[in-house]
């Protein structure tokens, strides 16, 4: 039998949104990902986020703290401004 490799995927700040998993955070928690993308930057591929990342111990799963950014990377002034410029 002949299993095909997963084609490797890269995500990027403007593939917040696509990624489904992200979906279980709050919305609060989503938009400063977003705020804080817009400053630092982000880069995970798929195999990460479909393996190596355990969806129900978020966000306190090692793995998603080392790859996803955090409202908290940023003071907390600054994200508000970055979030309301992409309103």
């Given at each position: 039998m002949n299993i095909e490799p997963k084609k490797l995927r890269y995500y990027g700040a403007k593939d917040i949104?696509?990624?489904?998993?992200?979906?279980?955070?709050?919305?609060?928690?989503?938009?400063?990902?977003?705020?804080?993308?817009?400053?630092?930057?982000?880069?995970?591929?798929?195999?990460v986020v479909e393996e190596l990342i355990d969806w129900d111990a978020i966000p306190d799963d090692p793995i998603f703290r080392l790859t996803f950014l955090h409202p908290k990377m940023?003071?907390?002034e600054?994200?508000?401004?970055?979030?309301?410029?992409?309103e």
């Open positions: 949104d696509l990624l489904p998993q992200l979906k279980k955070l709050s919305e609060g928690v989503h938009k400063g990902m977003k705020g804080v993308a817009k400053v630092l930057p982000f880069r995970v591929n798929n195999y940023l003071p907390a600054d994200i508000h401004r970055m979030v309301q410029l992409e």
